[in-house]
């Protein structure tokens, strides 16, 4: 006993040292976001967010800069903070192209970009009141040693500085989405408005992020990899709990136990006809024994998302009207999948998808041919084909879907059909809703599925659901029971 003692007591002592050791923080400066000294967990030396080095920052300003007129100036503000209530912010996610350029994730900075100047910061400043309340921000310092900016000032220097950077600029472009009065009030940046020499900086960065670099390849498929791991212990979950409710906070719990920092967008949980509405949301009904279930989903990893689509039956079986309308949509999504490659466009992809899934619906007799089947088919799928996909869900819009695609480039293959229940066509296809999306990555050769470990077969469907879904005990059945009747 006296050894054991010991022996325990020996190891109590490791652990307390080892603890002592990881997490003494007495020398780490706050920077008000992750870096490798306060998190090494979460990055390594050298990067300024997780997975991006500061050497890949510095280059994407480079690039930025090469696409630019001469003597430009660029001018980014960060995302505002939206308020949920009074005194309740919503939570904050950054810009995109402010993230992309700078790596800062706070709200409240500018950033300037010219051939002359590099790149400049205008930061927050940090008041006693707000630390007490809201913790460290990043101000002036961290903006040179950790954004490796060659300028940085204080917020209350911007009306000194900024105007003669754009006065001397013959030409500005600005992120129309996060401007602000600040400085769209300067005389400088009025006068260039009024001569037409202002210009939205988005045809610039998208151009960058439609490709994506090897490093955000990589988020971009643990981002992929959550998503598929969160959705399928979710379809799982789906024949003891069929509630829309109860799968939306399944995929996200899932998703965030996997490392994701949110959902990329608010689940959609159509169950029955509710999978008929595109972008169905309140996920507030329960999914009646025999009906589908579409789970639209999507998780954020370190700024980079992932978006895919599954659709199955809870109670573990397809109905033969389920199983027509389902083989249709999952030929066309697999032949889609084919056709992305260098050269062809989300808009080919489309028009191929289109011509295949009308064809199907009319072997289906879902469609009759008429002068207005092809507005009987928008009303079933109005919807794109894809879109491409990165730091944001639709990703890069600005260059619109008749670009040739190339490697390195992320879409999505989505098709569906959405018969609402008051569709004028045979009674039993009345109120199904279909949709299996994909993440594609266009490679030199090709292509990679991002999510194809997420099963989308019916026979793997059917055999998940009925053979691997016995993890969860009559208790917490009962207190689901009782849950959902008070």
């Known amino acids: ?7 325990l007591l020996q190891r109590s002592s490791f652990i307390q040292g080892v603890g002592r050791c990881g997490y003494c923080s007495k020398n780490i400066v706050d920077a008000g976001q992750p870096t490798p000294a306060s998190h090494p967990q979460l990055l390594n030396e ?30 980014v503000a960060s995302a505002p903070v939206k308020m949920m209530t009074d005194v309740v912010p919503y939570t904050f996610r950054q810009d995109a192209d402010y993230s992309y350029l700078t790596g800062c994730q706070q709200p409240g900075g500018i950033a300037v970009l010219g051939h002359e100047c590099g ?23 961290t903006a040179l040693d950790t954004f490796k900016a060659e300028k940085a000032y204080p917020m209350s220097k911007l009306k000194e500085i900024l105007p003669g950077m754009m006065g001397r600029s013959s030409k500005l472009v600005h992120n129309v989405k996060t401007a602000i009065p600040t400085y769209m009030e300067m005389e400088a940046f009025q006068k260039a408005a009024y001569s037409g020499k202002v210009k939205d900086l988005s045809v610039y960065t998208h151009e960058l992020r439609w490709v994506k670099s090897p490093a955000e390849l990589k988020l971009l498929r643990e981002s992929a990899s959550i998503a598929c791991q969160a959705l399928l212990q979710t379809m799982f979950h789906s024949k003891t709990y069929p509630y829309e409710s109860m799968l939306s906070a399944k995929v996200e719990y899932e998703c965030k136990m996997r490392g994701a920092q949110r959902m990329a967008f608010n689940p959609v949980v159509g169950g029955g006809p509710n999978a008929s509405v595109i972008h169905y949301s309140r996920n507030d009904q329960k999914v009646k024994d025999g009906d589908l279930v579409l789970m639209d989903i999507g998780c954020e990893l370190h700024g980079y998302l992932s978006d895919l689509t599954r659709t199955w039956p809870p109670c573990g079986f397809f109905s033969a009207a389920q199983r027509e309308l389902y083989d249709l949509i ?6 889609c999948v084919k056709l992305c490659r260098p050269g062809t466009s989300i808009r080919q992809i489309h028009h191929y998808s289109a011509e295949k899934l009308l064809h199907g619906l009319k072997e289906l007799g879902i469609l009759k041919d008429s002068r207005n089947i092809y507005h009987s088919y928008h009303q079933l799928n109005p919807t794109n084909i894809g879109h491409y996909l990165g730091m944001d869900v639709h990703d890069c819009h600005s260059l619109g879907d008749d670009q040739p695609l190339k490697p390195g480039v992320v879409i999505t293959i989505e098709p569906g059909i959405y018969i609402p229940s008051f569709f004028d066509g045979p009674e039993r296809f009345r109120g199904i809703g279909i949709r299996i999306e994909d993440e594609v990555l266009i490679t030199e050769t090709g292509y990679e599925v991002l999510t194809g470990s997420m099963p989308k077969e019916v026979k793997h469907i059917e055999t998940l659901l009925n053979n691997f879904c016995h993890g969860v005990n009559t208790e917490n059945q009962n207190n689901m029971r009782a849950a959902s009747i008070s």
């Open 330 to 335: 999952l030929e066309t999504n697999k032949e």
């Open 119 to 141: 790149l400049c910061m205008f930061m927050p400043e940090s008041h006693p009141h707000d630390v007490i309340w809201q913790g460290q921000i990043a101000g002036v310092d």
């Open 1 to 7: 006993m006296q050894i054991l003692r010991r022996k």
């Open 46 to 75: 050298g990067e300024i967010t997780p997975g991006i080095t500061s050497e890949e920052y510095v280059s994407r300003r480079k690039r930025l800069l090469e696409l630019l007129p001469d003597n430009s100036l660029a001018i």
